[in-house]
């Protein structure tokens, strides 16, 4: 057990989904996993293990931006030995090309800062996916007839971002997509040697005020929980 996470020894996998929303944790533990087993609800954050293809896997939840992230990314990776983390998640468009219900896989991930920053001091570190999990992912969604935007996006400190400069200088620099996580979960990944990746379903457009309806978004976020998983194990 953790200070954030009640599970026992051997109860998490070394694979770990890390959706934001604990009840999506739940939604997609019940909806993909064989036989789910509840291993944390610490702060009502859940997680739950179970099998996939008769691999191990845990989907956790991470809450929502980097500050809760790291914390349970951290204790995941050294307190739980997880060496494959990929967040599942929605996002926001940022390109005119990236539509609502689109998969977008995460290359690189920006941001203004996160909980990792101070330890570069000058540097302007640039965490990046794992390619390996990052190619077998573009590879699982086009065999599922997905057409799937691959580059850069942006993990914001904010939701509610009054900035609209600063969404168009990201637009306008090729920025896919913009979300609250990505940057902080690639930075440990590298600081640990552990694989990393975002793969990530528009959930609504920054620039057109298109949105995905409450009601269609656990639909729409199957497919990408599927190539989550397809990828970690390819």
């Known amino acids: 057990m953790t200070i954030h996470i009640g599970a026992k020894p051997g109860e998490i996998a070394e694979t770990v989904l890390l959706?934001?929303?604990p009840y999506r944790a739940r939604w997609a533990a019940e909806t993909f996993l064989k036989d789910p087993v509840l291993v944390n609800e610490v702060r009502g954050m859940l997680g739950y293990t179970g099998t996939w293809n008769g691999h191990p896997v845990t989907i956790h939840g991470s809450g929502m931006g980097m500050p809760s992230l790291s914390i349970y990314v951290n204790e995941l990776i050294r307190d739980y030995g997880a060496r494959t983390l990929i967040r599942?998640?929605?996002?926001?468009?940022?390109?005119?090309e990236v539509k609502v219900r689109d998969l977008v896989l995460a290359q690189t991930a920006s941001s203004a800062g996160s909980p990792s920053r101070t330890i570069f001091r000058e540097v302007n570190f640039a965490p990046c996916a794992d390619f390996g999990l990052l190619s077998a992912a573009y590879a699982a969604a086009t065999a599922r007839g997905l057409t799937p935007h691959v580059g850069g996006i942006y993990s914001s400190d904010t939701?509610?971002?009054?900035?609209?400069?600063?969404?168009a200088e990201l637009s306008r620099h090729g920025c896919l997509a913009v979300e609250m996580e990505a940057a902080e979960l690639y930075t440990l990944a590298a600081r640990h040697k552990a694989r990393a990746l975002a793969v990530l379903t528009v959930s609504d457009h920054i620039v057109t005020g298109d949105a995905l309806p409450a009601d269609q978004r656990e639909k729409s976020f199957g497919a990408m929980v599927e190539v989550a998983l397809e990828a970690a194990f390819s």
Do not use: H, V
């Not at 599942?88 to 005119?96: E, M, R, V």
């Not at 939701?159 to 969404?167: A, G, I, K, P, V």
């Open 88 to 96: 599942i998640g929605s996002t926001g468009g940022l390109q005119p």
């Open 19 to 21: 959706p934001g929303d």
């Open 159 to 167: 939701f509610y971002d009054e900035r609209s400069d600063l969404s």
